[in-house]
């Protein structure tokens, strides 16, 4: 059974940084495209940041580029979330997803669509104030 289990959220002050973490079991985890989504009360779930299972490419939202970085832990078959200069817009809570999206082409194509990613994470929630 695939788990993916986030951890890491809190509260922040604004120009704050967290880190988020989600870890991975069920499979193996260099097989595994994976991604974090975002989701504040009110509106619909948001693509944050991607990344291939090779850990040599990386996507990002417009509203976190140059902000926030995606890595990923073979060993430890963890990816995280460097969050930094956080705004109160950013308060949400945050899932982690995986898939195998296919080869490079592919994910260059889908790693950012909602719909590519079957295995999601509950949720940690992420409040950045003011």
């Known amino acids: 059974q695939v788990q993916l289990h986030e951890s890491g959220g809190g509260l922040v002050q604004a120009v704050g940084s967290l880190t988020l973490s989600c870890a991975v079991s069920g499979i193996t985890f260099s097989r595994v495209d994976m991604a974090w989504y975002r989701q504040a009360p009110g509106k619909e779930r948001e693509f944050v940041a991607a990344i291939d299972r090779i850990g040599t490419g990386s996507k990002y939202g417009d509203s976190v580029r140059g902000r926030f970085i995606i890595s990923r832990d073979a060993v430890k078959s963890i990816m995280t979330l460097k969050m930094d200069s956080l705004k109160p817009e950013d308060t949400a809570t945050y899932f982690c997803?995986?898939?195998?999206?296919?080869?490079?082409?592919?994910?260059?194509?889908?790693?950012?669509?909602?719909?590519?990613?079957?295995?999601w994470g509950r949720g940690t929630q992420v409040t950045v104030s003011s």
């Open positions: 997803a995986g898939d195998r999206l296919g080869n490079s082409d592919r994910w260059n194509r889908y790693a950012t669509n909602i719909e590519s990613y079957n295995y």
